[in-house]
């Protein structure tokens, strides 16, 4: 017996002595399909990291072969500290953007949930109903309008047209916070009521101090969201204001205008591990939002 | 009588409970108040910014308004929606986003629940394989499209490295010859948030279902199709509406997967026939400033998901299985 067939639970053990052979050979059969999908799954991620220690001329004439010569640590030295630095001045942008968004977004989402989920009121169910199908809309209807808007106004290749975006909260997070703050019991609420407590102060000092989880799972699909997006800045923000989604699609180009794609690899390694490593930590709370939500990230 | 007990309108309690009448409606009127400060900010939003949008938005469709001049503004009628169906290239766009939809996402959720069937059972590493397969879900997209080119790359990429260990010397240019197959892929490459959702559902369902099959004789196969499927279309509905509404929209991936490094800096530099429906709204608006037009496409493409969701919904009472108690949905 090996060690494979020790996991396996206490129910299936009066069949193992029949055929435990070809449960072996199954079980193997299954490991051997995770780590081919394993390896498929992860190859990509891998392959970029490979291909950000290149030199330009291994990348561009590899001669089938697959690992650089000299692994060429300085092509992430390049991208974060020269070209004017400009992947910090990006990613400066990006956090001005990410960063206010994100907290007013947890506010009023976290208050329009308060509301949806701990009041009666006429119209409420209809209001709530409006939300949920607000995520069906697609999304070019409003944002066209929006930007000739916003262009009227003079708020373009600004930040104004996400944090009045943030303002009003998102369907999804408002949706998030109101199931969560469904599960609180009510004796909490009642007895602060007994106490005189505002509406507001029932909020603020008993429903968000225990809604921790659904702040953290909002925050960090908002961060997601913002330090990702390509679409909104591409349309408001010209070069200056540009984030780093931006940057990393143009990629770096030497003095005279060729491309440096090894160098570019390493800044879209380096983008992309905040996100993995904030995935790493907080892998439980960031997949029970999705089972909650049924919307994937 | 027990019903007249409870009930404050009974005309002899009448006197009795009046005080407690006014003072509960007091409470529900000040309830109603506080429920409306607080869905304010999005309330307000959602006026400033999607209704009035919205009305403003259809009313642009109807003109010829190009953005710079107000006083030049013509009220043209439904011309720009008869506009749209005369070009060959909406038509274009359309079938391909359609078919971008029809493959991606059927294979994408059949994809999603094989994965959660395999991952479902208590194996080792089976955390380990849950949290790989999710990881590309969290990738932002301007990195992954980056991610995706290298991979295809004729050169520098991993496809074709794998194949000249096969076939030495071949050189495939998938970014022009096997376009949509790498849009494809991109698309099934985080299928594991679709498992996780999918893995959720499969904790639902009680194990004497399964237990109670056995003793019947039934295999795992006749298990799966019997009793995990049908369990699971509640899942899957959800599932293919909102990867539906998402596919169709496909914007921004063909964009950034096609689009050429030098091209990024300016216009959607992709051949038409390759545009999906919302790379052509795109283009039309942003790189064109035909707003007039580009809302009028975007209200078309509304009007097409709103019939096709509501057929999706209609058709939903004859293959989705609904529990009769319904404690907890995915």
Redesign the interface.
């Known amino acids: 017996m090996s060690q494979l067939s020790q996991v396996r639970p206490a129910t299936y053990r009066g069949k193992a002595a029949a055929g435990s052979g070809v449960r072996f050979v199954r079980r193997a059969l299954l490991y051997v399909a995770f780590l081919l999908i394993t390896f498929l799954v992860v190859l990509p991620l891998v392959w970029v990291v490979i291909t950000s220690l290149k030199t330009q001329d291994e990348y561009l004439h590899p001669a089938f072969r697959i690992m650089p010569e000299v692994l060429q640590w300085r092509n992430y030295s390049e991208a974060l500290f020269e070209h004017s630095f400009l992947f910090f001045r990006k990613t400066a942008n990006t956090l001005l953007i990410a960063l206010p968004t994100m907290i007013m977004t947890v506010i009023s989402s976290s208050l329009t949930g308060f509301g949806f989920a701990r009041h009666r009121a006429p119209l409420r169910n209809a209001l709530f109903i409006l939300v949920l199908a607000m995520m069906m809309v697609p999304a070019m209807v409003t944002i066209i309008p929006q930007f000739i808007l916003y262009s009227k106004l003079g708020l373009t290749n600004t930040y104004w047209p996400w944090y009045l975006q943030a303002v009003a909260g998102a369907p999804f997070n408002i949706f998030l916070f109101r199931q969560f703050f469904s599960t609180i019991p009510e004796e909490l609420e009642e007895a602060a009521e007994i106490d005189g407590s505002s509406r507001f102060r029932i909020y603020w000092q008993i429903f968000m101090p225990n809604a921790l989880p659904a702040i953290a799972v909002v925050s960090i699909f908002h961060f997601q969201w913002a330090w990702g997006d390509w679409f909104t800045p591409r349309i408001y923000l010209n070069e200056e204001k540009s984030t780093l989604a931006i940057l990393l699609t143009r990629g770096f180009a030497n003095p005279k205008g060729y491309a440096r794609d090894a160098v570019t690899l390493a800044a879209v390694v380096v983008y992309m591990l905040p996100l993995i490593i904030m995935f790493m930590f907080a892998q439980k709370l960031i997949l029970e939002g999705i089972v909650t939500t049924g919307i994937k990230g | 009588m027990e019903q007249t007990l409870g009930s404050p309108s009974t005309s002899k309690l009448a006197p009795a409970k009046r005080p407690g009448r006014a003072r509960r409606s007091v409470r ?1 009127r000040r ?2 108040i ?6 304010s ?6 006026i ?3 209704v009035f ?2 009305v ?2 259809f009313l ?1 469709s109807l003109s010829n ?1 190009d ?1 710079l001049n107000l006083a030049t503004v013509q009220f043209v009628g439904p011309k720009n929606y008869a506009r749209a169906l005369s070009k060959d290239l909406f038509w274009t766009s359309l079938a391909n986003s359609a078919r971008y939809a029809i493959i991606v996402v059927p294979v994408g959720i059949t994809l999603s629940f094989l ?1 959660a069937v ?1 991952l479902n059972r ?4 089976r955390d380990f ?1 849950r ?18 080119r ?2 295809f790359d004729p ?4 496809v074709n ?1 794998l194949i ?1 260990l096969f076939r ?1 010397g071949i050189v495939i240019n998938w970014r022009l010859n096997y376009w949509w197959e790498m849009l494809y892929l991109y698309a099934w ?2 299928a ?3 498992m ?2 999918f893995l ?1 559902g499969l904790q639902g369902i009680p194990g004497e279902l399964y237990q109670a099959a056995e003793i019947d004789g039934a295999n795992r196969f006749q298990q799966l199709i019997k009793i995990t499927l049908p369990l699971m279309t509640p ?1 899957v509905f ?2 293919l ?2 990867g539906i ?1 998402g596919a169709l ?1 496909v ?2 991936e063909p964009i ?1 997967i096609y ?1 050429t ?1 030098s091209g ?2 300016g216009r959607v530099d992709m051949p038409g026939r390759m545009y999906t429906y ?1 790379v052509y ?1 795109f283009v039309q ?2 790189d064109f400033q035909r ?1 007039g037009y ?2 009028a ?3 078309i ?2 009007v097409i ?1 709103l019939i096709l ?1 509501l057929i999706v919904i209609k058709s939903s009472k004859y293959w989705v299985f609904y529990r009769v108690s319904q404690e907890g949905e ?1």
């Open positions: 529900s309830e109603a506080s429920f409306y400060l607080f869905i900010p999005w309330l307000l939003g959602f400033l910014l999607t949008p919205l403003l938005g642009t308004y953005g994965l395999m208590p194996m080792r590493g394989f949290l790989i397969y999710y990881l590309p879900a969290i990738l932002p997209v301007a990195g992954s499209s980056r991610v995706w290298l991979l050169n520098a990429g991993a490295a000249r030495p490459w985080p594991g948030a679709g996780v959702i959720a899942v959800f599932q509406i909102m509404i929209q914007m921004v950034l689009g490094a990024l800096s919302m709204t608006v942003f707003y580009g809302v496409l975007s209200w493409f509304f998901v969701t995915a």
